[in-house]
């Protein structure tokens, strides 16, 4: 706070300094350089006209010359006008910032809690949302920008409850349709796509044979099913709609994979993921989950501290994550477990992702952390057990080992 006063002041000074530097030379230039010059040239033709002698001459420009060196006095209006000036700019400055700035961002104590005070806010424009959905509940748009925000904060089944109101408001939207399928399949037993969501899949491709992530997921429908051709015609259909780059090669890699193990080539290997946004349009936003040999894959081992047993309630819910060690502090793969789980050993990938855009290959670091909730909200509330482990290479093959030791004051 004080460096940023010094350095304001500093500014302040430098701006007065443009202002009244100019006005004081104006002033004494008006009051030496207009009578003095002429007095100077009256002198001189006086001389030349014999008027006066030199003697005389001489003596009028030595007083002449003392009078100018001294200093002039400004009048009464132009010393309260430059006082003026010292005075307002700075105080118009402070008055202005204290009206526009953020005078309590200075505050260390305010700076150390920001990410804090960004899950509250985030918290709040949700309830309001909501708030504003029981007012308006006809309103689609709302209720998909409701259930997007709670996915993105790992509250599934709010999420998945906020997109079955959207696609009953307008079930002929097939991207709202998509989303809601894939919602389902979230909160379903293994993610698997079957049953109501792949019905609404189907539907999708029969209005729209090209929609892009409706064919991903309606593929992986199929490999968990263990009809690879099945699968593996869905992805070549995708393939040519999309452009080059990461997606198309991730598509590829699973078309391999089905191929591999269709012909018995191939171990068991983990599922295409289903949390993703699937492939979009071409110019859009792409899968996020599809998962791949080389993706990174977390294991991560939790247990409770004995000293907080006593604390631990059951019921309340497991949430274990990672998040990007320098980067957003949205988790960029989360599993939400019951406490009651606890020990527990877990796998985070890139199917665990919330968001299209945050994906734990994008990071080489992240931090890995398990957190008890009473409230069931994936974002820290005072109370909760958790504990943070050390940067931790993306990549890492080995457990990682976490015991939930902390309380979240």
């Not at 007065?16 to 040239?41: C, K, M, N, S, T």
């Not at 990410?115 to 504003?132: S, T």
């Not at 869905?234 to 997606?247: A, D, K, S």
């Not at 309630?313 to 949205?330: C, I």
Request: aromatic share 4%; charged share 20%.
């Amino acid at each position: 706070m004080a460096i940023f006063v010094l350095c304001a002041a500093s500014m302040i000074a430098v701006a007065l300094a443009f202002v009244l530097v100019p006005l004081l030379r104006h002033r004494r230039a008006g009051a030496d350089g207009g009578l003095g010059e002429r007095q100077r040239r009256a002198l001189d033709e006086a001389l030349a006209a014999g008027v006066i002698d030199a003697g005389e001459h001489a003596r009028k420009r030595a007083a002449l010359a003392s009078t100018a060196q001294a200093p002039s006095r400004p009048s009464r209006a132009a010393f309260a006008a430059l006082l003026l000036v010292a005075l307002l700019l700075p105080a118009s400055a402070l008055l202005l910032y204290r009206l526009v700035g953020t005078p309590q961002a200075l505050d260390p104590a305010n700076l150390a809690t920001n990410d804090g005070q960004r899950a509250a806010d985030m918290d709040q424009a949700i309830a309001a949302l909501a708030a504003r959905l029981a007012e308006q509940p006809d309103d689609v748009e709302g209720w998909a920008l409701l259930a997007r925000a709670y996915q993105a904060t790992g509250r599934a089944q709010e999420s998945l409850d906020a997109y079955r109101r959207a696609h009953a408001l307008a079930k002929d939207n097939t991207g709202i349709t998509v989303e809601y399928a894939q919602a389902l399949a979230v909160v379903a037993p293994g993610h698997r796509i079957e049953g109501e969501a792949r019905s609404l899949l189907d539907g999708v491709l029969a209005a729209d044979p090209d929609n892009q992530r409706a064919l991903w997921l309606v593929g992986i429908s199929e490999f968990q099913a263990d009809r690879y051709d099945a699968a593996i015609a869905r992805w070549n259909h995708l393939l040519p709609l999309l452009g080059p780059g990461q997606v198309a090669d991730s598509v590829r890699e699973q078309i391999a994979l089905a191929e591999a193990r269709r012909d018995g080539k191939e171990a068991p290997a983990p599922l295409p993921s289903t949390n993703g946004t699937g492939a979009a349009a071409s110019a859009a936003a792409t899968d996020s989950g599809m998962a791949t040999a080389n993706a990174p894959r977390l294991t991560v081992q939790v247990a409770l501290d004995p000293k907080l047993v006593d604390r631990l309630d059951p019921a309340a819910t497991l949430f274990v994550f990672a998040r990007a060690a320098s980067g957003p502090p949205m988790p960029l793969a989360i599993q939400r477990l019951k406490a009651s789980q606890l020990p527990l050993t877990v796998t985070l990938d890139e199917g665990n992702g919330m968001l299209p855009n945050l994906r734990l290959s994008m990071f080489p670091q992240v931090v890995i952390g398990a957190r008890v909730s009473k409230s069931g909200n994936a974002m820290p509330q005072s109370g909760d057990l958790q504990v943070l482990s050390a940067p931790t290479d993306v990549h890492r093959r080995e457990p990682v080992v976490l015991t939930i030791d902390q309380v979240v004051p």
